[in-house]
């Protein structure tokens, strides 16, 4: 089973941006793809972005346009690229294997 692990998280003023890693402790070729969650305090976990092994990629309406998914030059490495934040983005921030593997999550906040 694949192992994941996020980093990036931290303290931005709205309109900043910050980059999030999740680093899988297998070949992003073997299994389908990875996405990005979301949880803010109070509210279920939501969808905010994923990429599959072809290079797909989707993201929730919310940060279309702002987020940009994609692989990181490390291997097995899928960075979100995050502009243009808003205080809505505040949130924990966890990597999924498009299944049920789960990291242990990154903490955004913007705040100014």
């Known amino acids: 089973q694949v192992q994941l692990v996020e980093s990036g998280g931290g303290l931005v003023q709205p309109g900043g941006s910050l980059r999030l890693s999740c680093a899988a402790s297998?070949?992003?070729?073997?299994?389908?793809?990875l996405a990005w969650y979301r949880q803010a305090p109070g509210k279920q976990r939501e969808f905010v972005a994923r990429?599959?092994?072809?290079?797909?990629?989707y993201y929730a309406a919310s940060v279309k346009g702002r987020f940009t998914i994609s692989r990181g030059n490390a291997k097995n490495t899928v960075l979100l690229q995050m502009n243009s934040l808003k205080p809505e983005d505040t949130a924990v921030y966890y990597c999924?294997?498009?299944?049920?593997?789960w990291g242990q999550g990154t903490q955004v906040t913007v705040s100014s």
């Open positions: 999924n294997d498009l299944g049920d593997v």
């Open positions: 297998k070949s992003l070729f073997s299994i389908y793809g």
């Open positions: 990429i599959t092994n072809d290079d797909s990629t």
